[in-house]
T-cell receptor, first 111, second 114 residues
């Protein structure tokens, strides 16, 4: 059973702060990594993907990947109350077509 | 509008009564997948399809069937539903998740089996 671990939270940050969300995975051969945001009662929506070690930036979001340590993180700069949601980490498995999701970290951004 | 359409949104059924949840995408994606989401367990992959007539099991395929006769459609079939299949189901499609393209998810189907 592949494992993708996330702290369930809730993670509370004040508006304007940096929110840091972390995810670890168990399968060393994983190649593709994704972050999704899911508002309560809604379906997940893709924030960004990353598959090379290092940082990838998209607007206020930065994904960081460290394959040696088997973790991927998401930084949200200038957090807004509208960022309050559950953030899901997803990782592909050894056959590359199977994907495993963490159970998500709930983020609360307080005005 | 690019989207994945699932129907129905809500369904209450009785144990053993066959049901089908439909899923259709209009983005010409080759890859489609079904997930169930349960509290504390996250999203778990049921089945996926890499193209027409090509399907494979995910992590929790027991009690489910799928078919992919057309590129746009990927129905989920529960031949004999049981209460442990009560869950929130999502269909998703992608042009290539292994290439770094993420999923577009449908709105979800909340299934209750009594």
């Amino acid at each position: 059973q592949k494992e993708v671990e996330q702290n369930s939270g809730p993670l509370s940050v004040p508006e304007g702060a940096i929110a840091s969300l972390n995810c670890t995975y168990s399968d060393r051969v994983s190649q593709s990594f994704f972050w999704y945001r899911q508002y309560s009662g809604k379906s997940p929506e893709l924030i960004m993907s990353i598959y090379s070690n290092g940082d990838k930036e998209d607007g206020r979001f930065t994904a960081q990947l460290n394959k040696a340590s088997q973790y991927v993180s998401l930084l949200i700069r200038d957090s807004q109350p509208s960022d309050s949601a559950t953030y899901l980490c997803a990782v592909n498995g050894d056959n590359f077509n199977k994907f495993y999701f963490g159970s998500g970290t709930k983020l609360n951004v307080k005005p | 509008e690019a989207q994945v359409t699932q129907n129905p949104r809500y369904l209450i059924t009785v144990t053993g009564k066959k049901l089908t949840v439909t899923c259709s995408q209009n983005m010409n994606h080759e890859y489609m997948s079904w997930y169930r989401q349960d509290p504390g367990l996250g999203l778990r992959q049921i089945y996926y399809s890499m193209n027409v007539e090509v399907t494979d099991k995910g992590d929790v395929p027991e009690g489910y069937k799928v078919s992919r006769k057309e590129k746009r459609n990927f129905p989920l079939i529960l031949e004999s539903p049981s209460p442990n299949q009560t869950s929130l189901y999502f269909c998703a499609s992608s042009s290539g998740p292994r290439l770094g393209y993420g999923y577009t998810f449908g709105s979800g189907t909340r299934l209750t089996v009594v």
